[in-house]
């Protein structure tokens, strides 16, 4: 989740080249490829109203160093992250770590107890917020908790809306009230798009829950 309203972010080319330098294959292969899939979109393959048909940058580094030097970046920069201490999660964000590197985006990692992670990345203390959610699978869940205005970390109504994306309001709340299923699809459709484009989060990857079971 990308804070777009604090720089260097406020500048879509420096969001625009963060997207493009992570490399979502390599992320799959480090986790494992039996348990781990490319994120394709900001709602997860399988929900509802899911669509890869969003403009999702591709990963190409040597264009990412191209608009960092156009946004006034040509030797890079570095970023403040607060992060979690929890292994799963800390090792992820710092293959990320390496990835953004490569492009000239040198990452900051302020690695805090998984409570303080919760209680910072609410105050607005972290540009970037590395998230990971399980919700019902349904695309309104995650584009209303993270991506509706009303879910605006620091907000009376705030829920995890780390990015302070509102462009897409309309289609979420529009689609939520909609009885046509074709309707509601294509406004979940368009919600994903307006905030692929406008880079207000970059997908990862997606964790397959494993279980062991017995006959008994």
Known sequence: NINITQPPFNDIRVRQALAMAVNRAELVRWRGQDTNREGQ???PRGYLGFTADNGLLPHDLSRA???LAEAGYPNGLTVRVVHTQLPEMLASMQVVQQQLR???ITLDLQVVEHATFHQQIRQNLSPLVYY???RFPIADIYLTQFFHSRSIVGTPTAVANFSHCGMADAEIDAARVSTDRAEQLR???TAQRKLVENVCGVPLVEALLVFARRDN
Request: charged share 15%.
């Open 41 to 43: 979109s900001l709602v």
């Open 65 to 67: 160093r191209a608009l």
């Open 102 to 104: 490569r492009a000239g």
């Open 132 to 134: 990971a959610a399980a």
């Open 187 to 189: 406004l979940w459709a």
